[in-house]
T-cell receptor, first 114, second 112 residues
């Protein structure tokens, strides 16, 4: 079993829809949670970053972390065709003086259609 | 602009040849990472530098792989005797003063 599970999709939604993307994880040590967006043949772009449990909002994006359920979500409101990409969740434990080694999900491919 | 430049962006090589990728952070970052991403998968951690010191290496980094960061600025990742299974995107990333990590555009490797 992988430490981080993410449905690969593809997920297809109409423009303007609310999109919900999710990841589950098994490692209780994870404390930092990130969402990256990746366009085809490009590097991952950091979208959202949260520490521990709770919600964080940035424009049309909301990240939620439920550590009791080991479940994280990314919501995209008023989705646009330009949101079509692969969305990767990533997480890491508390820094212990070393590097912030991220464990990624497989990514969910999202397509927003006109 | 991610602030991380990678070169070359694409490389096609024959099996058995050596390849080297370079990563140039635009500004100073004491933490630098290499990840590998294959099609349909998320990036996987390969190795990590704190300044010029290589502090951690993944089991994925076989003896054919070597990474350096000689002056604590740019970094190189060399793959010797390439195999078809090495075909992937090799991503360089840097850590800021906080806990976030920013990736470059990646270097695509195809081994034929």
């Amino acid at each position: 079993q992988k430490e981080v599970e993410q449905d690969p999709g593809p997920l297809s939604v109409p423009e303007g829809a609310i999109v919900s993307l999710n990841c589950t994880y098994s490692n209780s040590a994870f404390q930092y949670f990130m969402w990256y967006r990746q366009y085809s043949r490009k590097g991952p772009e950091l979208l959202m970053y949260t520490y521990s449990s709770g919600n964080k909002e940035d424009g049309r994006f909301t990240a939620q972390v439920d550590k009791s359920s080991k479940y994280i979500s990314l919501f995209i409101r008023d989705s646009q065709p330009s949101d079509s990409a692969t969305y990767l969740c990533a997480m890491s434990p508390i820094l212990t003086g070393g590097g912030n080694k991220l464990t990624f999900g497989t990514g969910t491919q999202l397509k927003v259609e006109l | 602009d991610t602030g991380v430049s990678q070169d070359p962006r694409h490389k096609i090589t024959k099996r058995g040849q050596n390849v080297t990728f370079r990563c140039d952070p635009i500004s100073e970052h004491n933490r630098l990472y290499w990840y590998r991403q294959t099609l349909g998968q998320g990036p996987e951690f390969l190795t990590y530098f704190q300044n010029e010191a290589q502090l951690e290496k993944s089991r994925l980094l076989s003896d054919r792989f070597s990474a350096e960061r000689p002056k604590g600025s740019f970094s190189t990742l060399e793959i010797q005797r390439t195999e078809q299974g090495d075909s992937a995107m090799y991503l360089c990333a840097v850590g800021t003063g906080g806990d976030t990590i920013y990736f470059g555009e990646g270097s695509w490797l195809t081994v034929v």
